[in-house]
């Protein structure tokens, strides 16, 4: 069974900076991409950045673009979203997600989510 623990939220002030950090685990713990999406309060889940684990290629939302990095450590199944200029529309629940396999049509294992709170 693979899971996925994210850690790094929390509150910071407009301008700011969060680091966010995803650890994958589990004897069975594979990964084509690995992407990070979010939730705020009365709205539906969005998209904010990808990675695919062999290549490092990376695809961001265009709200968070040149605001925010994903990276990636295979040695630790761990991903990261370095979250830049931060204000108060990136206020949310995080959540990282993994796709296996390249023909997966849907992320396959999803995290529990971080809070994310940016004060203006």
């Known amino acids: 069974q693979v899971q996925l623990a994210e850690s790094g939220g929390g509150l910071v002030q407009t301008g700011g900076s969060l680091r966010l950090s995803c650890a994958g685990s589990g004897r069975t713990f594979s990964s084509y991409v690995m992407g990070w999406f979010r939730q705020a309060p009365g709205k539906g889940r969005e998209f904010v950045a990808s990675?695919?684990?062999?290549?490092?290629?990376?695809d961001y939302a265009e709200s968070v673009k040149g605001r925010f990095t994903i990276s990636r450590d295979n040695t630790k199944n761990t991903v990261y979203l370095q979250m830049n200029s931060l204000n108060p529309e990136d206020t949310a629940v995080y959540y990282c997600?993994?796709?296996?396999?390249?023909?997966?049509?849907?992320?396959?294992?999803w995290g529990q989510g971080t809070q994310v709170t940016v004060s203006s």
């Open positions: 997600a993994n796709k296996r396999r390249s023909y997966s049509l849907e992320y396959n294992d």
């Open positions: 990675i695919r684990w062999s290549s490092g290629i990376t």
